[in-house]
């Protein structure tokens, strides 16, 4: 089926549709703009190697392959809107994004196609590849050894994910990455990842083949079937962490956002669990009668802080 008859369809019709029967062209697809866009970049850089990109159903670069995937819904807006709806976000549906997943993936097709993580150098300033990758973990904000590109500080995650993001900052034209990182101490990643790749443009990958690995036309389930497995895995119908009678703690919260950050800050001692907690009581379902009749002091914000950091639920899962 041809991608431009979704908007014929019913969303019904749409989640009963086989992901193998669609045809996702990526060639005469509007993503062939910002990756185009990727194309110049590389060779604006000197960067001699181009990724084979094909559609899946995630983003992911195989281990040894040169190149990467991107997921499917992102070549219609209707399938975009259905990602939002099902799983609460669309990775890449923003310009800006989706030059970010680009340049992050590129580096691992590049890691893999020129073997960069054998390198000594590579492996004493990043640390190493075969580093386990963690089930969770909760980044620093103001640790200025990583680079920041993706959301929740995505460097700080694996070695591996440090190499890709601090590519995609290097590669990126509006980054301004000599002056913005200057004081920062991963300035010597910046300037490692410059000298690597001015030594790699007279030479050739040494990896060159791709097997698009989990391709969507051998995606035999509905897109129903899809998001039922994917919320399956990634649990994202879990429960509110805000119980009935801490909503009127949570609407306190966001009503007050400098008063409570100061004391949420006092428990996290990070500016990003505090930005997470207070991120979910904005989830929360306001009730403005419920709030004229009740004053909240510190130790209520307090108990809702602790209970918040004994849940685990600010660590960003991999």
Not at 68 to 84: N, T, V
Not at 169 to 195: C, F, G, M, T
């Amino acid at each position: 089926m041809e991608i431009e008859k979704l908007v014929k369809l019913t969303e019904k019709e749409i989640l009963n549709t086989r992901l193998c029967d669609i045809d996702f062209d990526l060639k005469s697809s509007s993503l062939m703009r910002p990756i185009n866009d990727l194309y110049y970049e590389l060779n604006q850089n000197l960067v001699n190697f181009i990724p084979k990109i094909w559609t899946s159903n995630e983003w992911f670069s195989p281990d040894g392959q040169a190149g990467f995937a991107i997921p499917f819904y992102l070549h219609h807006p209707r399938l975009i809107a259905l990602e939002k709806k099902y799983t609460s976000s669309a990775e890449g549906s923003t310009y800006s994004e989706f030059m970010k997943l680009l340049r992050h993936e590129t580096a691992h097709a590049l890691d893999n196609a020129f073997h960069l993580r054998k390198l000594k150098k590579r492996q004493e300033i990043f640390g190493l590849s075969k580093t386990d990758y963690p089930k969770n973990y909760t980044p620093n904000p103001q640790d200025r050894s990583f680079v920041i590109n993706l959301s929740d500080h995505y460097a700080q995650s694996h070695p591996d994910e440090d190499w890709a993001e601090s590519f995609a900052v290097w590669l990126n034209p509006a980054s301004n990455w000599q002056v913005k990182y200057s004081r920062w101490k991963a300035i010597e990643k910046l300037n490692y990842l410059d000298n690597v790749f001015k030594t790699l443009r007279t030479k050739r990958p040494k990896v060159q083949t791709c097997h698009n690995s989990d391709c969507i036309s051998l995606d035999t389930r509905t897109i129903r079937e899809y998001y039922k497995d994917k919320n399956k895995q990634f649990k994202t119908k879990r429960k509110s962490f805000i119980k009935t009678d801490q909503k009127i703690i949570a609407q306190y919260i966001v009503s007050n956002p400098s008063k409570s950050r100061k004391i949420i800050d006092q428990f996290s001692k990070n500016r990003f669990i505090t930005n997470k907690l207070i991120n979910e009581c904005k989830q929360t379902q306001q009730n403005k009668n419920l709030f004229n009749k009740i004053d909240i002091d510190e130790k209520q914000i307090s108990h809702l802080t602790k209970q918040y950091l004994r849940s685990g639920r600010y660590k960003v899962i991999m």
